[in-house]
């Protein structure tokens, strides 16, 4: 009767390590799936036009300024406009350029002058695909973004008190 007991224990310890073998084998494939998610923001952003930027603008009273002009020694940048908060307090912009790699320089020049900040930064945040990059950081009176996808822009640079307000407009674009 004995070694029927301990036949029966070494059997179930093994269906116990087997059991937990499978728990922490499922854990990796949630963590994984979790990360993957995460890192490729839930599938491809889609690039936004101009007439998609400008209607959420003018749908939450922004006052939209073009200011394409102010860029016509650049030539890298189709369309350009600047969009002013409700209030008077802050604005965001967006960029059309001319192909994807304008729009990639485009970033990385404006990711170099936002990060430049790190060392004052409470926080910052990057993330990048093959068609879209983003960059964020809050700093302790500040907050700054630049976001890419494909050939467009979004950039903005507030007050700290305003952050919430970009990231929610930023969100409803899209971006």
């Known amino acids: 009767m004995a070694s029927h007991s301990a036949e029966q224990q070494n059997s179930n310890n093994y269906e116990r390590k087997e059991r937990c073998i499978c728990d922490f084998r499922g854990y990796l494939a949630a963590v994984f799936l979790l990360i993957w998610s995460v890192c490729t923001g839930c599938g491809a952003k889609e690039a936004k036009t101009m007439d998609d930027f400008t209607a959420l603008a003018k749908e939450q009273g922004y006052t939209i300024s073009d200011c394409t002009e102010q860029f016509a020694d650049y030539g890298h940048i189709d369309q350009a406009v600047l969009a002013q908060s409700p209030d008077g307090k802050y604005q ?24 430049e900040r790190e060392e ?4 910052h945040v990057s993330s990048g695909t093959d068609s879209a990059q983003n960059y964020e950081i809050t700093a302790k009176a500040g907050f700054g973004c630049v976001t890419r996808v494909g050939e467009t822009c979004f950039y903005a640079v507030v007050d700290k008190e305003y952050a919430d307000e970009v990231k929610s407009f930023k969100k409803e674009l899209g971006y």
């Open 92 to 115: 965001v912009e967006f960029y059309d350029l001319d192909s994807e790699e304008s729009a990639c320089v485009f970033y990385q020049e404006n990711y170099e002058i936002l990060s």
């Open 120 to 123: 004052d930064a409470v926080s």
